[in-house]
């Protein structure tokens, strides 16, 4: 027991100091966490009440929200325009009904979309159109696929399940594998209405969330098809090539396109809540500025001729 | 008695509690010893420094009170010790009529402060649900019941039957833990039976790290290695079942093991020298012995596990292939319920949005449902083993040995005593009976032993092996993308080249803004919960709340913090909304790191500050906090890594747009999401690696630092 009461002495000048320590460092912990709790309240109560008064945009500032097929195009536009004009536009790429269903209820103010609105968006009477570029989507197989070309008919043979074999197309006694995007792609909506015509997707297929992973997937996989915008089909990041399907005699490409011989083709759209006004109508006009064909044209689409830009543009005031 | 006879008593009777006990005592005693000595500093020290804190808030008379209360305490300690002192650590304010009002009043407000943060966790539980099910209820009115747990799920027909989307949860979940769990328990009983202390030591603290890891970059992994992989072996898309079980095994591998270890290891060791004595070999002391003994504790390991994958969905929504449908292979598409509310909430709108909180609300009662079994589970054998050693205690009464048990056994670690005496019983009857049936093996038990150790090195080595892998190839495949303009630098361009600076602020940004809510909440709430709640009906339902919060699916929080910050609040898709929901996802991990540290701090300071006539808020605040601070910290930062590396709770509360984050109702795009959608393009992988091998290093570096301040409080402890 001797040992242990001088133990105890020890230890007790020893942690003389440290109490004391521990008394102010406990003093300054505590006004800390109350600090804390008094600026998180603060930041709370401020913030709740900007949002309830303060305008949104008042600094310049836009919201451009929806389609991933237009985002590339978006982002390009809101730096430039930000360095020459000072509009800072917030872009995101959620999906074009996404971006839709934004401007409806005014959380965005201007909607990126790879899809024309359908009859109930139609309907509401409240979202003004314009067009900004065209694309075409292409329909896409591994370069080792036999198969170069498909009709219509077979392609949505493909898509809806009817057709599961490479064999009745001319290729190899092999199961295709169908890569699909999501119900948030304008690139599946424009595929759906032009090439499915009412007839549902098969619902085996996979259900991929970006242009770049479905060419990921095909340009690895033997026996996979899927579509993505004709823009993509050549990707200077990557090695692996996909190869594009003549669809009814037709080869993608932008002639064909622009001629509008090629069956699976669309247009890019900004839909805004009635015409665009002050700095989204800006946004929509420098989109359609000859300054930005190159950047469509490196996004995989390609730009109005000269004489749809005239009459796609917004009067400024 | 002398110090072996002692030694092997305790050994024999399995009496490891106590053995620990004072084993750890030695380092806190210096701490403990400081409360006596204290007074005449102390004395002499408060009055003055509290008049010196009033005159600047310029309240004079406040001062005189204060200051009269001050002397007060001087002047009569002798009564005031004696009043506090036979109290127990649960002192209070009821006992505090000797003390001026005003102190009574604060001592009072502070404790309902305390109790209003605590509350936080229930109301939170309770607005999860009532908001997700609110939500819910246009698709379960509109529809009914039975349609919605119909199997077709085809939003655009008008069709929300969630069914295949729950077998598809199932199916996924069922093959992880099948995969997951014989890895787990390996490597868990080789890190504590087998390992050598140093191995294990470095591997263990691998594993931990490892955990930290988040979802979004083991689905990264998924969808660039493993299915490409999976694609050639089976000669599909190489999405579905068996990725994504390949890909969720891994993940809870690290959570299953850190749970498993620390049950095996809270077995006694008395057990195991039983075991040994009695000529059985490793193997069978691991098999008959100790996994019979904490088998508790590996069964909540295992449903904690099941609650990870089952909540899972960054990594499974990258690698299952969403389609909604009861998969003819196990190498189809198939999705699930977190991988179909994640993909379909950007965009979903009316009905459809509702069937998605509908699935919210049945993964909400799912994670539910298993924390609830859990408590069952302990509860069970607690009133068992409680039942067990009142039935013995009975028995022994008359028995003077008696006297000696009670002297040994201290009051608080009475339920670990009881726990380990009732697995001690099982087990000597286990052995009892397995020795009384011996007859001659097939098998030399020799041999049995060197192929199981064999086994159990060989899943310890997979485990780290393939988690080691995943580093590896971040690591390589992101260093090259790494430059000063890629952190520093801003995204430009179609696909994204440049740098990521925003994403890594607007990461900052919202964990730093969320650390500030919960922190001080989750602080204040393990201060009630271990300082000054009375054990009852409140602290149960305050920790099954807790509980519950921690196992609600990230994803789920995701949907309320959207409906009630983003919606209701209006706070829009802004950093706050992200925040607050970040903060409820962190509150419990905080709390229990709080608590945990604060029940370390020995009784004996509280006693020696109590005895100097300090007031409850005096001794929490100057002696409790303080001493616990280093391990409270440990968890803050712990915490912190964590949040750095969520994704589904801020998918939908923060925005995608790339954009620096100002004020908290900004929006922007955290590195979590960055990495996301830069995989699903699928265009610029240089970035992804490059992003995903940043993120990797923040949360390396955070669950290090953590590290590092708790080793060093330790460390400072035991020299002082």
């Known amino acids: ?317 | 008695m002398t110090k072996k006879k002692a030694a092997e008593k305790t050994a024999a009777n399995g009496k490891a509690a106590p053995k620990k006990g004072t084993a750890e005592q030695p380092v806190k005693l210096p701490e403990k010893k400081a409360a006596p000595k204290q007074p005449a500093k102390k004395a002499a020290g408060q009055p003055a420094k509290k008049a010196a804190k009033k005159t600047t808030l310029a309240d004079t008379v406040a001062e005189k009170i204060e200051a009269a209360a001050a002397l007060n305490q001087n002047i009569t300690p002798a009564t005031r010790l004696s009043e506090i002192e036979p109290m127990p650590a649960g002192v209070h304010t009821k006992n505090l009529q000797t003390l001026s009002k005003k102190t009574v009043i604060k001592e009072r407000a502070l404790e309902w402060g305390f109790l209003a943060c605590a509350l936080v966790a229930i109301v939170a539980v309770l607005a999860i649900f009532i908001f997700t099910f609110v939500r819910a209820l246009p698709v379960l009115t509109d529809l009914g019941i039975a349609r919605f747990f119909e199997l077709d799920w085809t939003p655009t027909e008008g069709h929300f039957g969630i069914t295949s989307l729950l077998i598809g949860s199932l199916i996924v979940t069922a093959g992880a833990l099948v995969l997951g769990v014989p890895l787990a328990l390996g490597c868990a009983v080789y890190l504590t039976e087998i390992a050598k202390p140093k191995v294990s030591k470095v591997v263990s603290t691998a594993v931990d790290l490892l955990a930290g890891v988040p979802s979004v970059i083991f689905g990264f992994f998924g969808i660039v290695m493993l299915r490409p992989l999976i694609a050639q072996l089976t000669g599909g898309l190489g999405f579905g079942a068996l990725t994504a079980w390949l890909v969720l095994a891994i993940m809870i591998v690290p959570t299953i093991t850190t749970l498993t270890m620390d049950a095996l290891r809270s077995s006694p060791l008395g057990i195991r020298e039983a075991s040994y004595a009695m000529g059985a070999t490793k193997w069978q002391t691991i098999y008959k012995v100790v996994l019979p003994a904490s088998k508790v504790g590996i069964v909540n390991a295992i449903v904690l596990g099941m609650g990870r994958a089952i909540g899972e969905t960054m990594a499974v929504l990258m690698v299952v292939g969403n389609a909604p449908v009861i998969p003819d292979s196990i190498a189809s598409p198939i999705s699930t319920l977190t991988s179909q509310i994640a993909l379909d909430m950007g965009y979903s709108s009316g009905l459809h949005r509702s069937a998605l909180f509908g699935m919210g609300v049945v993964l909400f009662i799912i994670s539910a449902t298993l924390v609830g079994s859990v408590r069952l589970i302990s509860r069970a054998k607690e009133t068992r083993a409680e039942k067990k050693l009142s039935k013995e205690k009975e028995e022994k009464l008359a028995s003077a040995n008696e006297v000696q048990l009670a002297t040994i056994a201290p009051v608080e670690t009475g339920a670990k005593l009881e726990a380990a005496e009732e697995a001690q019983e099982s087990t000597r009857a286990r052995i009892k009976k397995v020795l009384s049936e011996a007859k001659a093996p097939l098998i030399s038990k020799d041999v049995t032993n060197e192929t199981m150790l064999v086994v159990f090195r060989a899943a310890a080595l997979l485990a780290t092996g393939v988690l080691l892998l995943i580093i590896l190839f971040v690591t390589v495949n992101g260093l090259p993308a790494l430059s000063f303009d890629f952190i520093f630098g801003w995204p430009q361009g179609v696909n994204a080249e440049g740098g990521i600076w925003p994403t890594i602020v607007s990461s900052l940004y919202v964990t730093g803004l969320a650390m500030l809510i919960c922190a001080p909440l989750a602080i204040l709430a393990a201060v009630y919960l271990t300082e000054y709640a009375k054990q009852g009906r409140l602290v149960n339902y305050l920790r099954f709340a807790t509980d519950t919060l921690a196992s609600v699916p990230s994803i789920v929080m995701g949907l309320f913090g959207f409906a009630l910050f983003v919606e209701v609040f209006s706070f829009g898709l802004s950093m706050l909304s992200a925040a607050l929901a970040l903060a409820l996802m962190m509150l419990p991990i905080v709390m229990r790191t709080t608590e945990e540290a604060i029940r370390a701090v020995p009784r004996y300071v509280r006693w020696g500050s109590y005895g100097l006539g300090a007031t409850k808020w005096q001794t929490v605040s100057k002696v409790v906090l303080p001493s616990a601070f280093p391990r409270i910290a440990t968890g803050i930062v712990l915490a912190i890594g964590r949040a750095v590396g969520e994704t589904a709770v801020v998918l939908y509360t923060m925005g995608q747009a790339i954009n620096l984050p100002l004020t908290p109702m900004d929006s922007g795009r955290p590195m979590t999401i960055h990495l996301y959608l830069l995989a699903n393009e699928g265009v610029n992988m240089q970035a992804a690696y490059g992003t995903a091998l940043l993120l990797m290093i923040m949360i390396l570096a955070f669950n290090l630092f953590a590290r590092w301040i708790s080793a060093r409080s330790t460390k400072r402890m035991t020299s002082d």
């Open chain 1, 1 to 317: 027991m001797h040992c242990r009461s001088d133990a105890v002495d020890t230890a007790n000048r020893h942690t003389e100091r440290g109490m004391k320590a521990f008394a102010q460092k406990g003093f300054c912990f505590c006004t800390a966490l109350f600090c804390c709790l008094l600026a998180a309240s603060a930041t709370l109560f401020t913030t709740a009440s900007l949002s309830g008064c303060a305008p949104r945009g008042a600094a310049r500032q836009i919201t451009v929200a929806g389609s991933t097929t237009v985002l590339p195009i978006a982002e390009i536009a809101s730096e430039e325009i930000q360095e020459e004009e000072g509009i800072h536009a917030l872009v995101s790429g959620l999906g074009s009904s996404a971006g839709i269903e934004a401007v409806m209820n005014g959380t965005a103010d201007i909607a990126t979309s790879s899809r024309d609105l359908t009859a109930d968006e139609e309907a509401s009477g409240l979202l003004q159109k314009t067009v900004i570029a065209h694309d075409g989507i292409a329909v896409i197989v591994n370069p080792d696929n036999p198969v170069s070309q498909l009709s219509l008919d077979q392609l949505r043979g493909i898509f809806a399940g009817q057709i599961t074999k490479w064999s009745e197309l001319g290729g190899p006694d092999e199961t295709i594998l169908v890569v699909n995007r999501d119900e948030a792609s304008g690139t599946r909506e424009a595929f759906k209405t032009i090439v499915m015509q009412g007839t549902p997707f098969d619902k085996r297929a996979a259900i991929l969330p970006g242009t770049g992973q479905v060419r990921d997937v095909v340009s690895r996989t033997k026996n996979a098809i899927g579509y993505i915008s004709l823009g993509f089909v050549d990707s200077e990041f990557s090695k692996e090539k996909v190869k594009a399907l003549d669809i009814d005699g037709v080869t993608p490409s932008e002639e064909s396109i622009q001629d509008k011989t090629y069956p699976i083709a669309r247009d890019l759209f900004f839909f805004t809540r009635g015409a665009p006004t002050g700095d989204a109508a800006a946004f929509v006009n420098f989109v359609l500025s000859d300054e930005m064909d190159a950047t469509i044209r490196e996004a995989g689409y390609l730009p109005l001729f000269p004489f749809e830009k005239e009459a796609e543009e917004v009067g400024l005031l």
